[in-house]
Nanobody, 128 residues
Framework: QVRLVESGGGLVQAGGSLRLACAAS????????MAWFRQNPGQERQFVAA????????YYTDSVKGRFTISRDNAKNTLYLQMNSLKPEDTAVYYC?????????????????????WGQGTQVTVSS
């Protein structure tokens, strides 16, 4: 079992920055990939960014490329999402997710079904 706890959300003006963190505990040695997703009320959860544990390869949805950076700190078992140049359309609840077991192929890292463990979410609100 893996437990995930997000932090770092808040209210920021457009053009500002936030850094989200996701602390993992439990069987963290089983993790092969982690990701960030986001969701607004009444909408589907959408992929934001992912990182594969073994080779640190990263993958982003087009709307955040060049603005967001996903990274990890192995020693702290923590996943980060640095968000710069934030826009009102980035407003959402942000969730981190973890995949145990075999390394996922990159074509699957954007799929909700790839991940077995989820955090409780942290709200990000960007004002215009």
């Amino acid at each position: 079992q893996v437990r995930l706890v997000e932090s770092g959300g808040g209210l920021v003006q457009a053009g500002g920055s936030l850094r989200l963190a996701c602390a993992a505990s439990g069987r963290t040695s089983s993790i092969s990939a982690m990701a960030w997703f986001r969701q607004n009320p009444g909408q589907e959860r959408q992929f934001v960014a992912a990182i594969r544990w073994g080779d640190r390869r990263t993958y982003y949805t087009d709307s955040v490329k060049g603005r967001f950076t996903i990274s990890r700190d192995n020693a702290k078992n923590t996943l980060y999402l640095q968000m710069n140049s934030l826009k009102p359309e980035d407003t959402a609840v942000y969730y981190c997710a973890a995949k145990p077991g075999a390394n996922p192929i990159m074509s699957t890292v954007g799929s909700i079904e790839t991940y077995d463990y989820w955090g409780q979410g942290t709200q990000v609100t960007v004002s215009s």
